[in-house]
């Protein structure tokens, strides 16, 4: 951290907030200040630079234009690729994830350049769109209670080699290839196809963040009375007769 | 032209027929009004009916994504003041079956007023050959099925070019803007946008929008906020010659004084004064049991219906202020759309200070959304617990749509 605050960027909300993803900046703002930490939130527009001093960025996912405009001006911006270099941590959801890897398929049906910072590639998917509701199970390294989220993409997303998938699924499509796995991570940058928001489903993975972007391994407890009790709800609403 | 002056077709005759006979099955089966079931088999067998029926009526299509149901109504009444016969969809059956159904059942009609849904707008105009057409706004809902707000004003754009319509359109919309402003007759209303955060970034050219004040502009294109020549302004409507007109309504809250602007604007175009259009709307009361104030357990509940975040930013600002109770119920059933993530996009921290009590299917969601925004709340599993922890005396209560139909139950509306 840079100063006595931690720093949360929330990247493009004029374009990459169309699906209530607003609520994992709002989730890492209150579980950081519950731990008594000064939070400094940064809200950036797409037409204002991106700051490459923050310690936690967050990238929601949004149609298809805006996508397509939030790469480009992204791509002209250079910030966020800045701050994966410097070390930031990233969490990417959807259409932001999309960007974070080296190519997507755009609005108009054209490949269009990502940022690189995930070694992983989207096409459109051939078959019906991917709705409803994910379980999965997190890769054990991050030592994560089970995932649990909301879909709704089109997009098929491949992994390279130096991409670990973050989760394999129980229930749900999650990257669309078939293979079971959900979303992508290497060391600081994250990306998931979950909505829910992710954060608010899963508040242990905001506190991850958290965790990485201090350096330390532990965080005072939380109240997570609610978390707990809407996470028992979806995982048996997932998994229970239909 | 007054009423239906020519005959319907024998196949259109029998279609009606037919309508009615499916319609009054269904309502003996229980299933609702039976006014889309009816509309299904009349099309069927005559699938140019809706084109027929309207063939003999004036007609006003009201479109938006908030408030075109309350819009249709404050219009009919309006036009009611003409002293001729108004046929409507009231009670909000708004894709082509229902519509059919409606304009059916209204045979001594001059004016036609209906309420279409925004993915059916550009189809149901050319069926129709409107007169008018309002178009209120757009905004985000029901993220998991519904189409993309840019790409419902991108097909507004295409239905409504060449349409002969006058376009009412919301000056302060820049969705609704782009999307009338392929028609060559439009009157621009300054009717309010309180929700923006569907509309930063220019529908055009994909700029990032401008908003000093009320006003709008696109830095890159130069596409900008048309001037209105009908405004609300506080709780007066300002007509082109400058005139200020009081609305006085039953209905609650900023949105319907805007609807009322628009209607009014709509009322202009058939000839109806503002004054005299205004003083008819005064006597709609509540919608389809929205606004309607039920007394349940000793206590005054009033109905709130809010959809999509937009919907519910407009509901807080008609609210009692603290210390009133709030009730917020909200469901994720295939009405509401399955996907909850959109109440992130409420801004919940706007009720501190209201006692505030959660009831729904997805109670869960809403208390997490709570916690996070930092304002006290307590969890009920039925409405009845929710009313009985509030003490005696005005209770605002603000549900989604399946919750909204569940909670009107539970009170005995
Ligand atoms: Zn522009």
Known sequence: MSDSSLRVVWVYPDLLSTYGDQGNVLVVERRAQQRGLAVQRMDVRSDQPIPTSGDIYLVGGGEDRPQRLAAERLRRDGGLSRAADNGAIILSVCAGYQILGHEFVNDLGQREEGLGLLDVTSVRGEGERCVGDVLADVDERLRLPQLTGFENHQGVTHLGPTARPFARVRLGRGNGTGDGTEGAWNDTVFGTYMHGPVLARNPQIADLLIKLALDVNALPPVDDRWYEALRRERVAAATGPA | ?413
Request: hydrophobic share 45%.
């Open chain 2, 1 to 413: 032209m007054a009423g239906n002056s020519e005959p319907l077709s024998p196949r259109a005759k029998l279609a009606v027929t037919a309508g009615r006979a499916a319609a009054a099955v269904s309502r003996a089966a229980g299933r609702g009004s039976g006014s889309v079931i009816g509309g299904r088999v009349a099309l069927k067998l005559d699938p140019d009916l809706l084109a027929r029926l309207a063939a003999h009526l004036d007609v006003v299509l009201v479109s938006a994504t908030n408030g075109k149901t309350t819009t249709t109504r404050l219009i009919a009444e309006a036009l009611r003041a003409t002293g001729e016969e108004v046929v409507s969809n009231a009670l909000g059956a708004n894709m082509p079956a229902g519509i059919t159904s409606a304009l059916a059942g209204g045979s001594k009609a001059r004016y036609g007023v209906i309420e279409v849904d925004e993915k059916y707008l550009a189809g149901v105009a050319k069926d129709v050959t409107p007169k008018a057409i309002a178009l209120l706004n757009l905004s985000r809902d029901q993220l998991d099925r519904a189409a993309e707000t840019r790409m419902l004003a991108e097909h507004w754009r295409e239905g409504l070019a060449g349409s002969k319509a006058v376009i009412i359109a919301n000056a302060d919309d820049p969705l609704v803007v782009w999307a009338a402003s392929s028609s060559a007759n439009v009157v621009w209303v300054a009717a309010g946008q309180e929700w923006k955060d569907d509309a930063w970034s220019c529908p055009s050219c994909g700029g990032v929008m401008q908003r000093p004040g009320d006003d709008w502009l696109c830095g890159e294109c130069g596409f900008r906020r048309p001037t209105p020549t009908w405004a609300l302004s506080g709780d007066h409507v300002l007509d082109p010659h400058g005139s200020a007109w009081p609305i006085r309504l039953q209905l609650p809250g900023r949105a319907n004084r805007a609807n009322a602007t628009t209607s009014a604007a709509v009322a202009a175009a058939f000839g109806v004064p503002p004054q005299v259009a205004l003083e008819r709307m005064y006597s709609v009361q509540a919608v389809a049991g929205r606004y309607d104030v039920v007394s349940y357990l000793d206590r005054d509940i009033r109905l709130l219906l809010a959809k999509n975040p937009a919907g519910w930013l407009e509901t807080f600002s008609l609210i009692d202020p603290p210390p009133a109770p709030v009730i917020l119920a909200v469901n994720a059933r295939g009405a509401d759309g399955t996907d909850t993530s959109w109440l992130w996009d409420v801004d919940y921290s706007r009720l501190a200070g209201h006692p505030i009590c959660v009831i729904g299917d997805r109670r869960l969601d809403l208390a997490v959304r709570l916690e996070v925004a930092g304002v006290d709340f307590q969890v009920f599993d039925t409405a009845a617990e929710a009313v009985r922890a509030c003490p005696p005396g005005r209770i605002e209560a603000i549900a989604n749509y399946t919750a909204f139909q569940d909670l009107r139950r539970a009170v005995g509306n």
